[in-house]
């Protein structure tokens, strides 16, 4: 029979983000998750063909921690984490969407109701998640929203009254 555990020491194990200057405190952690599943008796976890580590804006950077894997972006929930690739993966995404309002408009959809399909998907995937995201944006990166939302406005996609990217973020 498994050891009961607290919903405390649940929280504790599943807990995934460290900062900088804990990672000797990091790898005790792992060390403790897995000696608490075999505890447990449960399967052995070897989490080092699933455990990823990214840094983000570390002065220097701390060694690696062991048995993981020191990544550049990771995806999350469909959130690239890397702004950069996860800019210019949502962006490619959004224009291949505009091949379907294309047709649509070809097969005589009007105006408004295009716009409003461009909200719907369009409009929808550039917000999604965006308050864990655009922080990280850098300046590049929302001038290229801004051009698309523009380059879509002239084509008629999106409608005039669009806001910019920054206050879609906010609102």
Known sequence: MCDQTTSKNKADLFSSSFPAENSISCQAEL???SQWA???NLREITYANKTREIIFYARGHPDALQNTERVSSLK???ITMSMNEHVNTLLDSCAR???GLRVLRA???SDDCIQEVFRATVLAKLVYASPAWSGFCSASDV???DRYLNRCKRLNYCSP???CITELFES
Request: aromatic share 4%.
């Open 38 to 40: 075999t505890n447990n």
């Open 161 to 163: 009254t669009t806001t």
């Open 76 to 78: 999350a929930l469909g």
């Open 31 to 33: 060390t403790n998750i």
């Open 107 to 109: 097969h005589g959809m």
């Open 97 to 99: 969407t505009l091949y």
């Open 143 to 145: 001038c290229k929203i």
